[in-house]
Each structure stands twice: as C-alpha cells, then as structure tokens.
C-alpha cells in the first residue's frame, strides 16, 4: 500500500487526471454493454432516428411519418452523433458507444473545476467522484441528452470562474457558446443560463458597466448559436417553436387524476396520462407545435381546476425527486428504457450516501470554510434551487438531479481538500 501511495504521489495532477478519466471510460464502455433494448418508446428512439436521418432529405421528422415534421427535443445530441450514423446506417444500439465520451467530458471538466476553486487535491477528489458516482454515469449507456448536458453544466462553472476572476472578451464568447450548445441540449437550461449571468453581473457589480457589456455578448452569442434550429423551425410547424414542443406532454403528463390523486402516482407522471393527452391533442391537429399548444393548456388548466392539491403534489415531486416514495416504480420504468435495474438500485443508494456525506462535512465546522468554493457559492446555490425548482414544476424524475449533483460534488471534494482557495474575488472576502 506505502509503494501505491508513493507511485501516486509521484505522478503529476495531469498523469492522476488522466488515469481516473481511462478508468472513468472504461467502466462506461463496459456498462454500455450492460444496457439492454428499451422496450418502451423512449427519449432514446428519437435521439437515434434524428441522427440517423440528419443526411437524408427527411431531417427532423415524425418517428412514424417522414412528411411530419419534428421538435420534440433539442437537436445537439442528434448533430453529434450523425455522422457516426450516417457512416453506420444499420447502427441503432452501436451509437451507445459514443455517449461515455461525454463523461470523460464531466470527469476532466471537475478536475479542472475543482483546481481552479481550490487546489489539485480537489481536482482529483472531484474527478474521482464524477467517475464513480452512478448519478453521472448511468445515463452514459443510453442516447440520450442527460450525459452531454451535464458535461456542459459542468464546463459552464469552470467558464464562470475564469470570468468571474477575470472578465474577457474570449470568455464571455466561450461562455455564450458554452450556452448554447447547452440550450440545444436540454431547452429548460435556458432560464439558468439567463439566471447566472445575473449572478454574475451581481457578483462583479464593482465593475458593472464592464460585466453588463460581456455577459449582453453572452449572450448574444448564444442565440447566434440557437438562431439556426429556431430558424429552421419557424417554417415548419402551424405555430411558433422557441425550442422543443416538449413541454406540452410533460405538463399534461404532470398533471392529470392519476398525478394529483391516486395514492401510487401522485407527484409523478404516468404513461396512462400521456397516452390520453396525445389522443385528444391529435383529434386536434397532426401538427408537433398545436399538440403541444393544446396539451400544455391541458395540463395547467388541470392544475388551476385542482390548485388545492398543489402544494401536496409538490412535496411528493420533491419525495420522488429524492427517492423517498416508490423507488420500485422507478426502478421498474428505468427498466423499461433499457437500464439494468441493479444499476437504478445503485444509483439510488450511492445518492443518499452523497447525502449523508454532504450533510455530515456540512455540519463540520472547518476554519476558514466560509471562503471555500468562492467565487461560485452563488452558481452553486443556483443548480440546487434549479434541480428543486425543475422537479416542484415538472415532475421529480431521477435524471432532473444533475445540477444538484454537481453542486453536491463541489461541496464534498472542497470540505475534503485541505488547502485554501487560490484567490477570492474582493466582493466574495469576508469584512
């Protein structure tokens, strides 16, 4: 054990970086062999489809019509993969493979982050946990939009830094773009991208004039980056599409009798209830954008009919955000999609541990603790109240816990580290 120590000791915080990134990609390759066919229409199939006939004279539509056009999800994930699928016609399960690139992504970007907030120790404790952690490999057999998206989230923080430390021109580009991308990905991350340049422009509010014109190039270059799919869309469907006409099925999904009143379901989403809004918003229209239209009114006209019940749904979306109420049921759907179950009973046991340790080193009161992880207490903070948030409006589903994993993450390797941060913006130094 003393020669391992020494052997690691001697390597360089590149060397250890890169070590745990290989052990990180190996294990997700060799789960993505663990992964079995979905046996339910999920997210997946349509990631798939859309890479596959990005090159063809049919992009972007209907799963069972080539003449319908579709918005359902962000484009990004599809791009990515395409040509892959383009040079593999017949791969459909193959394209898995590509996915634990993205978590090589997530692992180099917190031992980046986690350098850059504190010191190399905590570089190498966040990376390790982001390699180990089932939270942030499980999605990395499947194709679908979580893993890429948190690998954004992630790079977005180390981007914060370096402005927050240090407000540049190429910065806010990179972080515009970073945005985008991020956007594209996973449209609800619109809001928290919008959200943190606040913060941001708060936090260097001593130099505001100078914050207020980078973060407007933020984000400018960011709908540069989004300009194209909503261009695209502006032709294709009856009403207007921002992003994705997702969010119709999820509200009407969200809020139904099953969700607000039946003991097994409620604060939760069940394919009863998206099956009974599809029927009725495609009596309407065959238009993606007019379903989704109609089915959102569904959903919050439900929710305002039955507002006595919200604040119960609420605190069950929480419970089964958290793994409080019906694990099983969880565990079973995951199945569906194609995920092993022990793996969804790992994940669930590896989060309350995540818990229970961040609790603990929360409760430790360690000297000079207030200054760790400036300057992004304030992010930080955000991704946990985005993941809350998300859950109390949508639906407690497992994969919405990603921010709150990556906040939780940052917290643990820098209680765990033992130097001090390496500079603190003078807005974030204690008086």
């Given at each position: 054990m003393n020669v391992l120590q020494r052997w690691w000791g001697a390597q360089s915080f590149r060397m250890r970086i890169a070590l745990i990134a290989t052990v990180g990609l190996l294990w997700r390759l060799y789960y993505v062999t663990l992964e079995q066919p979905y046996r339910i229409l999920t997210d997946e199939a349509w990631y798939v489809t859309q890479a596959h006939r990005l090159f063809s004279a049919h992009p972007f539509t209907s799963l069972f019509d080539y003449s319908v056009p579709t918005a359902q999800h962000g484009p990004m994930l599809s791009l990515l993969v395409s040509p892959v699928a383009w040079l593999f016609p017949d791969a459909t399960a193959g394209l898995r493979f590509l996915i634990p690139c993205f978590g090589v992504m997530t692992i180099v970007g917190f031992a980046v982050l986690g350098k850059q907030l504190i010191s190399d120790r905590c570089g190498v404790v966040a990376a390790c946990l982001a390699a180990l952690l089932p939270d942030f490999w499980i999605r990395d057999g499947l194709v679908v939009s979580e893993s890429l998206s948190v690998a954004l989230l992630v790079w977005l923080l180390v981007l914060l830094v370096s402005f927050l430390r240090g407000p540049r021109l190429r910065t806010a580009v990179l972080l515009g773009i970073v945005m985008g991308v991020l956007v594209l990905t996973r449209a609800e991350c619109a809001g928290l991208c919008v959200l943190l340049l606040a913060v941001v422009g708060w936090k260097l509010r001593s130099e505001l004039w100078s914050a207020a014109r980078l973060s407007a190039i933020a984000l400018v270059v960011s709908a540069v980056v989004v300009s194209p799919w909503v261009a695209f869309n502006a032709s294709r469907f009856q009403s207007s599409v921002l992003l994705t006409n997702n969010l119709g099925i999820t509200l009407a999904g969200a809020n139904c009798h099953a969700t607000y009143y039946d003991g097994r379901y409620i604060g939760y989403d069940t394919p009863q209830c998206w099956n009974e809004a599809q029927d009725k918003a495609r009596a309407i229209s065959s238009d993606e954008a007019v379903q989704s239209s109609f089915m959102k009114t569904m959903?919050?006209?439900?929710?305002?009919?039955?507002?006595?019940?919200?604040?119960?749904?609420?605190?069950?979306?929480?419970?089964?955000?958290?793994?409080?109420?019906?694990?099983?049921?969880?565990?079973?759907?995951?199945?569906?999609?194609?995920?092993?179950?022990?793996?969804?009973?790992?994940?669930?046991?590896?989060?309350?541990?995540?818990?229970?340790?961040?609790?603990?080193?929360?409760?430790?009161?360690?000297?000079?603790?207030?200054?760790?992880?400036?300057?992004?207490?304030?992010?930080?903070v955000l991704y946990v109240v985005f993941t809350l948030v998300l859950a109390a409006i949508f639906v407690g589903h497992w994969r919405y816990r990603s921010t709150l994993d990556i906040a939780a993450v940052l917290f643990i390797a820098s209680r765990l580290a033992d130097s001090r941060p390496k500079a603190v913006l003078a807005v974030d130094q204690p008086v």
């Open positions: 959903g919050l006209d439900y929710a305002k009919a039955h507002a006595t019940r919200i604040p119960l749904v609420i605190a069950m979306r929480e419970a089964w955000l958290t793994g409080l109420y019906r694990p099983s049921y969880v565990v079973y759907m995951s199945a569906l999609g194609g995920q092993p179950r022990w793996a969804t009973w790992v994940q669930l046991v590896s989060f309350w541990l995540l818990g229970v340790v961040a609790l603990g080193l929360g409760l430790l009161k360690r000297r000079g603790g207030r200054g760790l992880l400036d300057p992004l207490r304030g992010p930080i």
